[in-house]
């Protein structure tokens, strides 16, 4: 792994904008107030050839006891233990505040490398207001502008400086990683459910809905191979979203979401599906991602005659996801959650299965004979051939004479004929339906090198 380059500071300094300047791209919410990013938050950067991994944090703030503000300084903790560099970013604008000096005196006793960095020195008359940070007892300063880049190189390069010398790359064969996101409304488990696959409190889990904000990717390798775990914001329904960090929360959840090669999507088992999770998964069909259904917090169930009931209600509420395989798990319990990668790569291999062109016509001569489409005013509606021309989803083109005039209720009949001919558990799938191209006649007289 490339060396680690942890952000901290007390909370609202700019560690967020200096994270997103830092790795050349915005991935982290950022906002004008204190306590905005919660969990670790990590990104690959590269200066000048030489990679390197960033972990932003959740503002520290010492002698916070209980409630969500110790459960992100916790995180903060774990960031640095892990570090091989700390960058300790102050507002100038600000100055030393008690609290930094307490950081500073946490990050002394933390025995890592340290870069002092006071951001929000925009100005060439803003300069005077890092000179603060010797106080400290530091050697050096590095006044930056995160929101406008100025200093980030000077800061780049010391970083480079500091960092351990690079290793050989591993060479590694097989599959890229499985970007696996846990998606679903607030407080249904997801966080939860990502520490118990890792084993680890990597993400920040309370009771209070909206907890998880930026979208937090962790690698993680079962049986072999490597995924990616993608924690996402609760999404609710944008009219009942008020904050507006919530607001940008739900759209880079919805981003992970493209992003993702499958998606698990997670559903309270103990209150049943609703309205909300329809939403949510209709997003996921849509964007034809894999999907598996995570019915969480099975432990709230009394016995099987409370899982029927659930489960009838999902076939009732999300009827257009039924090629997607459910599961029944408890997070708290540890019941079922690894089930979710055994169905994820399951969903994986059919999301990118190509079915051979003669084994898939064979097939449909034999759906077309037995019960062929409707006719379009009064003639034939001719079906000629069906090809498979995309995969992750499978998508399939058939020729027809007159593909306007091919019902919705035909169209389900073919994909329902092919799934069951076919494993594509956990994939959704595409059909199209085009004109035959007419033959061109020849003209009297033509030659045929005409």
């Given at each position: 792994?490339?060396?680690?380059?942890?952000?901290?500071?007390?909370?609202?300094?700019?560690?967020?904008?200096?994270?997103?300047?830092?790795i050349?791209q915005?991935?982290?919410i950022?906002?004008?107030?204190?306590?905005?990013?919660?969990?670790?938050?990590?990104?690959?950067?590269?200066?000048?050839?030489?990679?390197?991994?960033?972990v932003?944090?959740?503002?520290?703030?010492?002698?916070?006891?209980?409630?969500?503000?110790?459960?992100?300084?916790?995180?903060?903790?774990?960031?640095?233990?892990?570090a091989?560099?700390?960058?300790?970013?102050?507002?100038?604008?600000?100055?030393?505040t008690?609290?930094?000096?307490?950081?500073?005196?946490?990050?002394?006793?933390?025995?890592?490398?340290?870069?002092?960095?006071?951001?929000?020195?925009?100005?060439?008359?803003?300069?005077?207001?890092?000179?603060?940070?010797?106080?400290?007892?530091?050697?050096?300063?590095?006044?930056?502008?995160?929101?406008?880049?100025?200093?980030?190189?000077?800061l780049?390069?010391?970083m480079?400086?500091?960092?351990?010398?690079?290793?050989?790359?591993?060479?590694?064969?097989?599959?890229?990683?499985l970007r696996l996101?846990?998606v679903?409304?607030?407080?249904?488990?997801?966080?939860?459910?990502?520490?118990?696959?890792?084993?680890?409190?990597?993400?920040?889990?309370?009771?209070?809905?909206?907890?998880?904000?930026?979208?937090i990717d962790?690698?993680?390798?079962?049986?072999?191979?490597?995924?990616?775990?993608?924690?996402?914001?609760?999404?609710?329904?944008?009219?009942?979203?008020?904050?507006?960090?919530?607001?940008?929360?739900?759209?880079?959840?919805?981003?992970?979401l493209?992003?993702?090669?499958?998606?698990?999507v997670?559903?309270d088992?103990?209150a049943?599906?609703?309205?909300q999770?329809?939403?949510?998964?209709?997003?996921?069909?849509?964007?034809?991602?894999?999907a598996?259904?995570?019915?969480?917090?099975?432990?709230?169930?009394?016995?099987?005659?409370?899982?029927?009931?659930?489960?009838?209600?999902?076939?009732?509420?999300?009827?257009f996801?039924?090629?997607?395989?459910?599961?029944?798990?408890?997070?708290?319990?540890?019941?079922?959650?690894?089930?979710?990668?055994?169905?994820?790569?399951?969903?994986?291999?059919?999301h990118?299965?190509?079915?051979?062109?003669?084994a898939?016509?064979?097939?449909?001569?034999?759906?077309?004979?037995r019960?062929?489409?409707?006719?379009?005013?009064?003639?034939?509606?001719?079906?000629?051939?069906?090809?498979?021309?995309?995969?992750r989803?499978?998508?399939?083109?058939?020729?027809?004479s007159?593909?306007?005039?091919?019902?919705?209720?035909?169209?389900?009949?073919?994909?329902k004929?092919?799934?069951?001919a076919?494993?594509?558990?956990?994939?959704?799938?595409?059909?199209r339906?085009?004109?035959?191209p007419?033959?061109?006649?020849?003209?009297p007289?033509?030659?045929?090198?005409?």
């Amino acid at each position: 792994m490339p060396p680690l380059v942890a952000i901290v500071g007390r909370p609202n300094v700019g560690k967020s904008t200096l994270f997103n300047r830092l790795i050349g791209q915005r991935t982290a919410i950022v906002e004008d107030q204190p306590g905005v990013t919660r969990d670790r938050r990590y990104a690959e950067g590269d200066w000048n050839g030489r990679v390197f991994r960033l972990v932003d944090t959740g503002g520290l703030a010492p002698g916070e006891g209980a409630g969500i503000a110790a459960l992100v300084h916790q995180q903060a903790r774990q960031a640095i233990d892990e570090a091989d560099l700390v960058l300790f970013v102050i507002d100038a604008q600000d100055g030393l505040t008690p609290t930094d000096r307490e950081v500073a005196d946490m990050l002394r006793r933390s025995g890592r490398p340290l870069l002092a960095v006071a951001n929000k020195v925009d100005r060439t008359e803003h300069e005077s207001l890092a000179n603060e940070m010797y106080r400290l007892g530091v050697e050096v300063v590095h006044g930056v502008s995160a929101a406008h880049g100025r200093g980030i190189g000077d800061l780049l390069d010391a970083m480079i400086a500091l960092l351990p010398p690079p290793e050989a790359p591993a060479t590694t064969a097989g599959e890229a990683p499985l970007r696996l996101a846990f998606v679903g409304k607030p407080n249904v488990g997801k966080s939860s459910l990502v520490n118990r696959l890792l084993g680890a409190e990597r993400v920040l889990v309370h009771d209070q809905p909206g907890t998880t904000r930026d979208p937090i990717d962790t690698p993680f390798e079962y049986r072999g191979q490597q995924f990616v775990l993608v924690d996402t914001a609760g999404i609710r329904r944008r009219q009942k979203i008020d904050a507006p960090v919530e607001r940008v929360a739900v759209i880079l959840a919805e981003r992970a979401l493209a992003r993702a090669d499958i998606c698990a999507v997670v559903i309270d088992a103990a209150a049943g599906p609703t309205e909300q999770d329809a939403r949510l998964a209709g997003l996921v069909e849509a964007a034809g991602r894999a999907a598996v259904i995570v019915l969480n917090k099975s432990d709230l169930l009394r016995g099987q005659g409370d899982e029927r009931q659930v489960r009838g209600a999902l076939a009732d509420q999300l009827p257009f996801m039924s090629w997607a395989a459910s599961l029944t798990t408890s997070a708290r319990t540890g019941q079922g959650v690894t089930g979710i990668l055994d169905a994820a790569l399951k969903a994986r291999a059919n999301h990118s299965r190509r079915v051979a062109t003669g084994a898939l016509n064979r097939l449909f001569e034999g759906i077309v004979e037995r019960h062929p489409p409707p006719g379009v005013r009064g003639t034939a509606n001719r079906l000629y051939y069906i090809t498979q021309v995309e995969v992750r989803p499978p998508t399939f083109v058939v020729s027809a004479s007159h593909p306007e005039g091919i019902p919705d209720s035909y169209h389900r009949y073919l994909i329902k004929e092919i799934r069951e001919a076919f494993d594509f558990t956990g994939a959704p799938i595409r059909v199209r339906f085009h004109r035959r191209p007419r033959k061109r006649k020849a003209r009297p007289g033509a030659s045929s090198d005409e």
